[in-house]
């Protein structure tokens, strides 16, 4: 695991933090030549079910966020089922505060924020293969221009690590269930 590095890195190795995934270049595109810089956010949790069974769970999220609901769903239950037909993400569909830029189905879905009430800000959730299991990643990767918005993606860390541990958890102990 990524030591020493909360609230950036949480739950990965440092060769998944120091991976490219596609919200890298999202935001890259984003902030361009605007002398800002980019700020990599992992969160990464073990699930102990098949692959496909994770992504299914992931997919769920444009249905509702899974996190603290009654922060992020105004107290209403994330569903505890497979909702039929969320498994399907593709490109301009929105999910919570994304829109979709990217899908490579049965293995990452990326966004970016709409609008922009979070900064030049961009998500990848990825299911990758470990062994029987799969390991699902999250990166978040933030524009950060200038004092302010320095001191903006550093409180967004935080808060995104209090609530995204909370999402990743969720996701796979629903997915564990089978």
């Not at 959730?125 to 799969?134: D, K, L, Q, R």
Request: charge should be positive; proline fraction near 7%.
């Amino acid at each position: 695991m990524a030591t020493g590095t909360i609230p950036l890195a949480w739950g990965c190795t440092p060769a998944e933090h120091a991976r490219r995934y596609p919200a890298d270049d999202r935001v890259e595109e984003l902030v361009g030549g605007s002398g800002g810089s980019v700020l990599r956010m992992t969160r990464v949790v073990a699930v102990d079910a098949p692959p496909e069974r994770v992504w299914r769970w992931v997919c769920q999220i444009a249905v509702a966020p899974y996190s603290y609901d009654w922060i992020d769903n105004r107290g209403r239950r994330s569903p505890q089922h497979l909702v039929p037909g969320a498994d399907h993400v593709e490109v301009g569909q929105r999910v919570q505060v994304f829109r979709v830029t990217d899908v490579e189905p049965g293995r990452q879905w990326t966004g970016t924020t709409i609008p922009r009430v979070f900064g030049r800000t961009a998500v990848t959730y990825a299911v990758e293969p470990a062994g029987p299991g799969a390991r699902l990643v999250c990166r978040i990767t933030t524009g950060q221009r200038g004092p302010a918005g320095w001191a903006w993606a550093r409180l967004l860390a935080w808060g995104d690590l209090v609530m995204m541990r909370r999402q990743l958890l969720n996701l796979k102990e629903l997915a564990e269930r089978g």
